[in-house]
């Protein structure tokens, strides 16, 4: 059906070798995810001292692979999770960012999971949510089973933390908004998140990415996920 | 196919980078060093990181990271579209074209990558699913396929694309843009939009897509007085093998003949998707003209479209036909589609999906042609300059090789937007946000004789998707030519000039109200107290099949002709909002109706622009508006937007107070930001006139939507327990 990219470095699947932790002068082996981290602006804040993310090599990269960074996480259930390779590729899906102090100042949650009945048939077969914290320190992943479990969150959606690093690149990487000459700093940063009102949305084996206002009516919501899989066939792999 | 395969392993593959653009990861040059490099949009320097393209937090713009491989200006023709042509029955008559709309005559053959053959879109159009069919019966018909083509940008672009077939592109009638309408008032016509793009349930044509955009179309013809199920509403689109009619009524608002416009465009409008569908190349022209015979409009303010017609007003062109007396071309009168474009090192169009701000080209292109040239004789050119987006504004300026501006020589600017002005206004500069347009006369008789080139120059700096800056590059510039958007190579003459001199037309177009009466109005508006406001409500339906009541306010208002009208008057205050764009704080939800007009209501819009580091060029579909009111003071007349108008521009913090009425046609409009960047992420609202058409439309689960001529369910879901 599609060709594949050639797999110019092989790594164990699993194991300590398989993450290429960048630093900034490691210009040969990790030279080229080196320029992804450029693309987005990484490169200005590596020299400023701060952390970089653990990207790793997909495994196979499939029509998005230079949209989604591949580093690692962690869902509700404890998991660690490569983003790219275990969530996103082969599949249909909504990413979006949230934290969950943030839920009472902005709620998006329960807008979703109406959105999760509408779509229960599907939702982990052929349709995946991905909500990603941005409050890893308060946000662990037993907080997440909880919100999990209160908010009755189904098979096929996860909610995610990990290294606040990681989770910062994935931000900046599907939500390039930048900072305004007159946006003020959030008076509490840690629960603050800019872009909590915008969904990603897509078919990874296709590329086609679009975007959702999260709190729009849920049957609205519910039809786009036909618009990007054309046919239940193309989205046919289970996670 | 070799060289193919291994550009889409290069898409896919995330770390395959050509090593070309390593060196850029070494570390950046010190501010200091960079402060001395402003650059323009031509060539961007390929190894100093430009200044003026960085943010404030060193987050640097794709265009600079990766830019577009340099190609060298003005040696591309500048391209005209085809002109459109319409369907003949099978006994040679226009108006029985519709018998053959299985035939595809009349399109020039689409250049599919995928499907030699065009759809044929079977099936005779349904009257009943248009309003007023009766009364506007098609005279002409038309069909156009909408397919993806290889497209030459550029000779050196496509010499880097992979066999060097050039940029994959989608386009109406196999070219982008696509072709040309030439259309009279009085004349209704029918366009059947095909979609013939690559369907995506077939894995081989899904592999041939560009990595952006969707293959679903709605096609919306902008500014144009358009019944709601042929506008192009964005929920009414097409998926690949399905056609939409669209009914052009081709009446001015009203009937009125004042309200006839000029130069239109039509562009995709689909949900979600409009900015990469509109950058993947779904654009066009449709022009409006008078026919000598018609006896609704006074002769001495018709355009023709022929510049001798003796009584009319002139303007420079004139039709080619051919022997069928179909219309070809134009003669002295050009169309120029404006786009900046992105490319990758093999040429192809690059998109960012996750950009919210906006999206920048590095490339200008005219009519899809990176920087071209056009040899024009010395004498009078009507330019249809149109700013297809999708988020750059543009000041625009004629200057000589040294980038000086030539003396005498003005934009005589006969439009904005979609209407002729009362009269030409000379200007030494035009500003066009996204989607606005400008017809202007261009004398070239006037440039001296030893000067054999004229630029179009874009002084505007931006260096975000958000807005320009406002900065003027003309002054810092070193490469003013080397820059700018196209050349006019400059010959003699080759007959005598026999359009109208701009500067001795006085009266271009009459306005539908007096100055005073909108001044009058606008006082009222400004200074209303609470009191002075009469409130009604409606029940509009809601999701789920509830009702939900709308409160409205209005004012009493004087018209010209001493009637007594009742003035609605709204705001909406175009924002940022959670990472959306939003309009009175609501995302786009074509599910809601939060505003409902009453058929042939008057209605005051008070546009506001609540941010202060953003420009949003406000679109308002099917009615123009007169702007009465901006920033606090009304429209002097010697601006430009002192006519009809379909955008408002709003730039940080500012406002503008519009005048409409809703004439003639009912059921499901928008307003819109035409930064299709911001349409995209939200920044859109429903509105309806009345509640008797297209209610239910998408508001339901059984909600429908408008396709091969009928509603279709669409198949929401409903809950379903596993």
């Avoid at chain 2, 490339?363 to 249809?384: A, I, S």
């Avoid at chain 2, 002005?421 to 202007?440: E, G, W």
Wanted: hydrophobic share 35%; aromatic share 10%; proline share 9%.
């Amino acid at each position: 059906m599609q060709e594949r990219a050639p797999q110019p470095m092989q790594r164990t699947r699993r194991g300590p070798t398989r993450r290429t932790a960048l630093a900034v002068g490691a210009a040969g082996a990790a030279s080229l995810p080196l320029v992804a981290l450029w693309r987005r602006g990484l490169r200005s804040r590596a020299v400023h001292g701060e952390e970089l993310p653990e990207l790793v090599e997909p495994a196979r990269a499939g029509r998005s692979a230079h949209l989604i960074p591949n580093v690692p996480v962690i869902d509700h259930r404890g998991r660690e999770r490569l983003f790219y390779d275990d969530l996103v590729r082969d599949r249909i899906v909504a990413i979006h960012f949230f934290t969950s102090r943030g839920e009472t100042l902005y709620p998006i949650l329960d807008n979703l999971v109406r959105v999760q009945r509408l779509l229960a048939h599907r939702f982990g077969k052929s349709l995946f949510f991905r909500s990603v914290t941005l409050d890893p320190e308060h946000d662990t992943p037993e907080r997440l089973a909880e919100l999990a479990r209160d908010k009755g969150v189904g098979p096929g959606w996860d909610f995610l933390t990990g290294k606040r690093e990681n989770l910062a690149f994935l931000k900046g990487y599907l939500f390039l908004q930048r900072p305004t000459l007159t946006s003020r700093p959030s008076a509490t940063p840690e629960v603050s998140c800019c872009s909590g009102g915008l969904v990603r949305y897509g078919n990874e084996s296709l590329s086609r990415w679009g975007s959702f206002p999260a709190k729009v009516t849920p049957e609205f919501i519910a039809t786009r996920f036909q618009w990007i899989g054309f046919r239940e066939e193309d989205c046919p792999r289970v996670g | 196919m070799a060289r193919s395969e291994s550009r889409r392993s290069l898409l896919r593959g995330a770390f395959l980078v050509p090593s070309a653009l390593l060196k850029r990861t070494s570390p950046p040059a010190s501010p200091e060093v960079q402060e001395e490099f402003p650059v323009g949009i031509g060539q961007p320097q390929p190894d100093v990181p430009a200044r003026t393209l960085f943010l404030p937090d060193g987050i640097p713009m794709d265009l600079e990271i990766q830019p577009s491989p340099s190609v060298t200006p003005f040696v591309m023709d500048l391209p005209i579209p085809p002109i459109a042509i319409p369907v003949r029955g099978t006994n040679g008559s226009l108006e029985t074209g519709h018998e053959s709309l299985t035939d595809p005559y009349g399109n020039p053959a689409p250049k599919d990558i995928v499907n030699p053959t065009p759809v044929y879109a079977e099936g005779k159009p349904d009257p009943r699913t248009h309003q007023q069919w009766a009364s506007y019966v098609p005279k002409k018909y038309y069909q156009v396929n909408i397919s993806q083509f290889f497209h030459n940008y550029h000779d050196e672009l496509t010499a880097l694309s992979p066999g060097g077939l050039g940029t994959a592109t989608w386009g109406y009638g196999g070219s982008a843009p696509g072709p040309t309408f030439i259309v009279f008032y009085g004349e209704p016509i029918l366009v059947r939009m095909a979609n013939a793009l690559p369907d995506c349930s077939d894995p081989v044509q899904a592999a041939t897509l560009p990595p952006f955009g969707v293959p679903s179309t709605s096609t919306h013809l902008h500014n144009a007085h358009t019944p709601s199920e042929s506008d192009g509403f964005p929920m009414d689109f097409i998926d690949p093998g399905q056609w939409h009619d669209h009914h052009y009524v081709n009446i001015p608002a009203g009937s009125d003949w004042r309200e006839r416009m000029t130069s239109l465009w039509y562009h995709d409008h689909r949900m979600d998707f409009t900015a990469p569908n509109v950058y993947a190349g779904l654009t066009g022209f449709y022009f409006y003209f008078d026919d000598p015979a018609d006896a609704s409009i006074p002769d001495n303010y018709k355009d023709t479209g022929d510049e001798e017609d003796a009584g009319t007003l002139r303007l420079p062109g004139k039709f080619v036909r051919d022997a069928m007396g179909n219309v070809t071309g134009r003669l002295w009168d050009i169309p120029l589609m404006l786009h900046d474009v992105l490319f990758d090192q093999e040429g192809q169009a690059v998109f960012d999906v996750f950009n919210t701000d906006g999206i920048l080209g590095d490339r200008f292109t005219v009519n899809r042609t990176v920087q071209p040239k056009l040899t024009v004789e010395r004498r009078r050119y009507r330019l249809r300059i149109q700013n297809g987006g999708p988020s750059r504004f543009y000041d625009l300026h004629l200057t000589d090789q040294n980038g000086v501006p030539i003396p005498g020589l003005q934009f005589w600017v006969l439009s904005s937007d979609g209407n002729l002005l009362p009269k030409p206004l000379p200007k030494d500069s035009i500003q066009l946000s996204v989607a606005q347009r400008h017809d202007v006369i261009v004398d070239f008789s006037l440039v001296p004789a030893g000067t054999t080139e004229v630029y179009l120059y874009n002084a505007l700096e931006q260096i975000h998707g958000r807005g320009p800056t406002g900065r003027n590059l003309l002054e810092i510039d070193p490469n003013v030519n080397r820059d700018a958007l196209m050349r006019f190579d400059l010959v003699a003459a080759s007959a005598a000039d026999p359009s109208a001199d701009p500067a001795t037309i006085t009266a271009l177009r009459e306005m539908p109200d007096d100055r005073d009466d909108l001044e009058r109005l606008r006082f009222q508006v400004t200074t209303a107290t609470p009191s002075d406001y009469t409130t009604d409500s409606v029940q509009v339906p809601t999701v789920g099949g509830g009702m939900k009541t709308l409160t409205r306010k209005y004012l009493q208002w004087v018209d010209g002709n001493g009637m007594t009208q009742n003035v609605y008057v709204r705001e909406f205050v175009f924002d940022y909002d959670g990472g959306l764009w939003t309009i009175n704080g609501m995302a786009a939800d074509m599910t809601e109706i939060p505003i409902v007009v009453d058929p042939g209501a008057h209605e005051v819009w008070h546009i506001k622009n609540s941010g202060g580091d953003w420009s949003h060029p406000v679109h308002i579909h099917f009615e123009e508006f007169r702007l009465i009111e901006f920033n606090g003071l009304p429209i002097s007349d010697d601006d430009p937007r002192d006519g009809r108008k379909d955008v408002l521009t709003i730039g940080p913090g500012e406002d503008g107070i519009a005048f409409f009425r809703f004439r003639d046609f009912e059921g499901h409009y928008i307003i819109h930001c035409h930064n299709v960047i911001h349409e995209d992420h939200a920044m859109m609202l429903r509105w309806n006139i009345g509640l008797n058409r297209d209610v239910g439309h998408h508001s339901d689960p059984d909600a429908a939507r408008w396709c091969n001529g009928v509603y279709i369910p669409q198949p929401v879901p409903t809950p379903r327990e596993d």
